[in-house]
């Protein structure tokens, strides 16, 4: 079953402009990853936040969690036409290897 | 560095027939897991495996089974093949352990399945 809910489903935006994505999800967690997949291809990490930190920044990207409402954003600015794919946020429930549950997906389209 | 590698890309089977994928870790990952990715949708866990064994299993039906080999490579068997098991089956290795935890998996890029 699916433990994150990504909104919006799907988001077509201009070459320059920022791109926000969010994640819902229902259990406690130990942290909160997002990962990008191009059309067909396998999953790229993009970042990794702990469930004791609230934001978390690399290059273009800023991830935020809020523990309290179970939930995640995911911000990309100045975007760019290599940044179309799909992107998914991944709960890791405890610590340990456990598996990571994924939600559905926000398909990111930006035009040149 | 050998990332996670896959074999092979693309594959099309017809009901009722079985598969075998297969993967190899990236180098130094000790622990391999499979994940099926349906036509958009998010990847879904079916089995994690460590040391040879089967360590963590999703709910996906004993069609689906596995392998691990000394080397850390690992196998994924599908029996009795369904329509609809056509999906995008991807590997990711890891380390085992707490203290790996809050490092992320690395994917291969998958085989494509496709049942007729």
């Known amino acids: 079953s699916q433990q994150g809910e990504e909104d919006p489903q799907a988001l077509s935006i201009q070459e320059g402009e920022n791109a926000t994505m969010n994640c819902s999800y229902k259990t406690s967690i130990n942290n909160l990853q997002w990962y990008r997949q191009n059309s067909g291809r396998g999953l790229v990490h993009l970042i990794l936040i702990r469930s004791n930190e609230r934001e978390k920044h690399s290059g273009r990207l800023r991830v935020t969690l809020d523990t309290s409402k179970k939930s995640s954003s995911l911000l990309i600015t100045a975007s760019r036409a290599a940044d179309t794919a799909s992107y998914f946020c991944?709960?890791?429930?405890?610590?340990?290897?456990?598996?990571?549950?994924f939600g559905k997906g926000t398909r990111l389209s930006v035009i040149a | 560095d050998a990332g996670v590698t896959q074999s092979p890309t693309h594959l099309i089977k017809t009901r009722g027939q079985q598969v075998t994928l297969r993967c190899s870790p990236k180098s130094g990952h000790d622990t391999v897991s499979w994940y099926q990715q349906a036509l958009g949708q998010g990847p879904q866990f079916i089995f994690q495996y460590y040391e040879e064994e089967e360590r963590q299993r999703g709910n996906f039906p004993d069609r689906f089974s596995g392998h691990q080999f000394p080397n850390y490579s690992s196998e994924l068997n599908v029996n009795a093949l369904l329509l609809g098991d056509s999906a995008l089956y991807l590997c990711a290795s890891s380390l085992i352990g707490s203290t790996y935890s809050n490092q992320p998996q690395h994917f291969g890029d998958g085989t494509r399945l496709s049942i007729l």
């Open positions: 991944a709960t890791r429930t405890y610590s340990g290897n456990t598996p990571l549950v």
